[in-house]
């Protein structure tokens, strides 16, 4: 079975700050890693992948994670903070293919404060 | 284009009633999914559809839950009947392909469903 994990339920960043946002997973194989906002009355919103190769990931809205396999870690993470950034942020994995079948962490509440 | 839309937003029924969400794909995607958020924890995989064809329903909790997917557009995930323990978001999501090599899936903005 997969599971993920993100341990903290809110993180408080100033703007202007680099902020990161941490999910470690567990799963048997090779992992299929998302990350996902989610803002206000919005549905989800796909942010970066990462499927094979290079282990940092650059995604959108200058969001970037890397893969750690030692660490079973994919933290989200940004160099500056933005106001804006405020949402709440999803990581899932998926074992194969149908990454549509992906397990989904409780979310981390991100609030960037002016 | 168009996003993928679910309605109701919101919806408040009493224990026993039955209720029906309703999730309006991209056009044109083939794959459609249903998700749910319990209790504001992990969202958790219901069912996969591809077309009209139930792909994968490991995550239907039981069997109150009926999903459809008429002619391979919109989908309907029925709730009959609700009990406390539904209450929850229910999210959509549609791609065009099923594998990795997608951008991510686009994903409705979810329904809150409310038993009471």
């Known amino acids: 079975a997969q599971s993920v994990a993100q341990p903290e339920d809110q993180v408080n960043v100033a703007e202007g700050n680099p902020l990161t946002v941490k999910c470690t997973y567990s799963v048997s194989g090779n992992p299929y890693l998302f990350w996902y906002v989610q803002y206000p009355n919005r549905g989800l919103q796909f942010l970066l992948k990462?499927?094979?190769?290079?282990?940092l990931v650059k995604g959108s809205y200058g969001f970037e994670a890397e893969f750690n396999k030692s660490q079973t870690s994919f933290h989200l993470k940004k160099p500056s903070a933005l106001v804006s950034d405020s949402a709440l942020y999803f990581c899932a994995v998926a074992l194969n293919t149908n990454a549509g079948k992906s397990t989904f962490g409780d979310g981390t509440t991100l609030t960037v404060k002016p | 284009e168009a996003g993928v839309t679910q309605f109701p937003s919101h919806s408040v029924i009493e224990k026993g009633q039955t209720v029906t969400l309703r999730c309006d794909p991209i056009?044109?995607?083939?794959?459609l999914y249903w998700y749910r958020r319990v209790m504001g924890k992990e969202i958790k995989f219901l069912l996969h559809?591809?077309?009209?064809?139930?792909?994968?329903e490991s995550g239907m909790p039981n069997n109150r839950f009926l999903a459809e997917r008429t002619g391979g557009t919109y989908s309907t995930l029925k709730v009959q009947p609700a009990e406390l323990e539904d209450s929850g978001v229910y999210f959509c999501?549609?791609?065009?392909?099923?594998?990795?090599?997608?951008?991510?899936?686009?994903f409705g903005s979810g329904t809150r469903l409310t038993v009471v």
């Open positions: 056009s044109g995607h083939d794959n």
């Open positions: 559809f591809v077309k009209e064809s139930k792909q994968d």
């Open positions: 990462y499927i094979t190769g290079d282990n």
């Open positions: 999501a549609s791609s065009h392909y099923s594998g990795t090599g997608a951008a991510g899936y686009t």
